[in-house]
């Protein structure tokens, strides 16, 4: 998911990691020299268009590098959250770093997420704007409920339940989307799925060249 304007400043302290608040949060791969970056997937690839399979092995180095390289692509790409199939990689496992609209950051992993979402009576939906790390340089309104709990698991295998309410809550549906196949372009009319694809082929060679720019500064 495209970060945009919604990330928090640096004056803002507020952070919940792992679902728990903290005084600090941890630096990330960008400033430990942890992880490597690895290319996004673009939609039309058919990984981006299946169910991802779930993790069974936890608790090893390879599941551990495969997080930091997720976490230092997220943030090369100025992304919100990034799901394993949008680096080529077939599990079910997202990463995020993400305000909600409290101003509070939320940062994390988790694994072989369920989405929970509130019973349709319940729910409100709010039409925001949405970008996505797979449809580089597009940009359009999708209607997401604002509030999303996930249950899963954390690179341990340890439980784990993520709870987020307005931008934040975008971002956990819009990575279990991915993992179950699905972009927002899906969410999309058919016009307003041509007019994203029309905007990702204006821009996206921008957005590559910043992202292959910033790796570069980062000697990656």
């Given at each position: 998911m495209s970060v945009h304007h919604r990330r928090p400043g640096p004056v803002d302290r507020r952070v919940r990691?792992?679902?728990?608040?903290?005084?600090?949060?941890?630096?990330?791969?960008?400033?430990?020299?942890?992880g490597s970056v690895r290319r996004v997937t673009?939609?039309?690839?058919?990984?981006?268009?299946?169910?991802?399979?779930?993790?069974?092995?936890?608790?090893?180095?390879?599941?551990?590098?495969?997080?930091?390289?997720?976490?230092?692509?997220m943030y090369v790409a100025d992304g919100a959250g990034l799901a394993a199939n949008q680096v080529d990689v077939?599990?079910?496992?997202?990463?995020y770093d993400c305000p909600d609209d409290y101003g509070i950051r939320h940062v994390g992993h988790i694994i072989n997420p369920v989405?929970?979402?509130?019973?349709?009576?319940?729910?409100?939906?709010?039409?925001?704007?949405e970008g996505c790390l797979s449809v580089p340089g597009a940009g359009m309104a999708v209607p997401r409920t604002d509030h999303a709990v996930v249950r899963g698991l954390d690179k341990e295998g340890e439980p784990l339940v993520i709870e987020g309410t307005g931008y934040f809550a975008r971002c956990l549906q819009h990575e279990s989307d991915h993992l179950s196949g699905h972009t927002y372009l899906d969410r999309l009319s058919d016009k307003e799925r041509k007019d994203a694809l029309r905007q990702m082929a204006k821009h996206s060679e921008d957005v590559f060249?910043?992202?292959?720019?910033k790796a570069a500064g980062l000697g990656r």
């Amino acid at each position: 998911m495209s970060v945009h304007h919604r990330r928090p400043g640096p004056v803002d302290r507020r952070v919940r990691v792992q679902g728990r608040p903290t005084d600090a949060c941890p630096a990330p791969p960008t400033g430990t020299g942890r992880g490597s970056v690895r290319r996004v997937t673009v939609v039309g690839e058919e990984i981006l268009s299946r169910s991802c399979q779930e993790v069974t092995a936890f608790g090893s180095p390879e599941l551990a590098t495969l997080i930091d390289d997720m976490f230092l692509t997220m943030y090369v790409a100025d992304g919100a959250g990034l799901a394993a199939n949008q680096v080529d990689v077939d599990l079910r496992l997202f990463v995020y770093d993400c305000p909600d609209d409290y101003g509070i950051r939320h940062v994390g992993h988790i694994i072989n997420p369920v989405l929970d979402l509130p019973d349709p009576g319940d729910r409100r939906l709010v039409d925001d704007f949405e970008g996505c790390l797979s449809v580089p340089g597009a940009g359009m309104a999708v209607p997401r409920t604002d509030h999303a709990v996930v249950r899963g698991l954390d690179k341990e295998g340890e439980p784990l339940v993520i709870e987020g309410t307005g931008y934040f809550a975008r971002c956990l549906q819009h990575e279990s989307d991915h993992l179950s196949g699905h972009t927002y372009l899906d969410r999309l009319s058919d016009k307003e799925r041509k007019d994203a694809l029309r905007q990702m082929a204006k821009h996206s060679e921008d957005v590559f060249a910043r992202r292959a720019a910033k790796a570069a500064g980062l000697g990656r």
